[in-house]
């Protein structure tokens, strides 16, 4: 059967390649074009930017988001073996894509990309949420990239874009939602992959904000929203203890109750709060 692109099909590829999936690099491939070229429309303007992808695979993605008409795509894939079918849509799409082999939590592949760049990515479980932590975080603001379009584990995009008093509602809300809008865009089943993960997954869309919400030092207020999230349930004069002198003084300043949880908490509220912790 032709596939969109007059690439073979992915199931094709995965066989004359053997890429039998390895747990290990949370290899849940996605075979059906149509899929993964829903997800890469939801990615913005692809004609006029570079895009980087972590994890091809098999090219799946990739694929899709040559086919939608990106300018160029960088892609970082650890596994060796992946690298010859990844040869074979670079040589299709006129060398519009670029393969960097290795481990993309040691690869910098800013020297491949010219801006605006978008980071689309169905990601490794194992290093998504340390990659989206890196990408949240800079020490300066804009970041190299406009928009991110990242599927992960549905519980994580929930805790990406959860509001207060939700279960969900923690570090990677306000890291997140301090600096850009952040929205699930699509939820993905189990059986959609192969082979098929134990959970549903979510493909979340951020786009970077010009300037963060709220006036805020990154550094300070990722301390002080870790330290208060990492004992959710106390109160925050006990949990932010030895945060600062005079903590509840400063809680008051920032309109905030010192015998309040952390999940009470908004985001206007925690950066004022580390403002003032900052002093
Ligand atoms: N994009 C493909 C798709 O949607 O079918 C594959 C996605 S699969 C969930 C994750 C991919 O990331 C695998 O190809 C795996 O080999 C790769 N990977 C795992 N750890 C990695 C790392 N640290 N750096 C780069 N790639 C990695």
Request: overall charge positive; aromatic content about 6%.
């Amino acid at each position: 059967m032709a596939s969109i692109d007059g690439l073979p099909p992915l199931r094709e590829v995965i066989n004359t390649h053997e890429l039998f999936a390895k747990k290990a690099l949370g290899q849940n491939f996605l075979l059906d074009l149509n899929l993964t070229s829903k997800i890469a429309r939801q990615a913005g303007d692809l004609a006029n930017s570079d895009v980087l992808e972590v994890g091809p695979g098999p090219g799946g993605l990739t694929r899709a988001l040559l086919h939608e008409g990106a300018r160029r795509v960088v892609a970082i894939e650890q596994d060796e073996r992946c690298l010859p079918a990844l040869a074979e849509v670079s040589a299709h799409y006129g060398d519009k894509l670029e393969v960097l082999q290795g481990d993309a939590l040691k690869i910098d592949p800013l020297a491949h990309l010219s801006a605006p760049i978008r980071i689309v990515s169905n990601l490794p479980y194992n290093v998504g949420t340390e990659l989206l932590t890196r990408w949240l975080s800079p020490p300066e603001w804009p970041p190299f990239w406009q928009s991110l379009t990242l599927m992960f584990q549905k519980e994580v995009a929930q805790r990406i874009v959860a509001q207060p008093r939700t279960k969900a509602y923690g570090r990677l809300s306000i890291l997140a939602q301090w600096r850009c809008e952040a929205r699930i865009v699509m939820e993905i089943p189990p059986a959609a992959f192969t082979p098929p993960p134990k959970v549903t997954s979510a493909v979340v869309h951020l786009e970077r904000l010009d300037q963060p919400r709220f006036q805020a030092d990154a550094k300070t207020l990722s301390r002080v929203v870790a330290q208060a999230f990492n004992q959710r349930r106390k109160m925050l004069r006990a949990s932010l203890k030895g945060i600062a002198p005079d903590l509840e003084d400063r809680l008051l300043a920032a309109d905030i109750k010192p015998t309040q949880r952390a999940e009470e908490i908004g985001l206007e509220q925690f950066c004022k709060l580390s403002e003032l912790i900052g002093k």
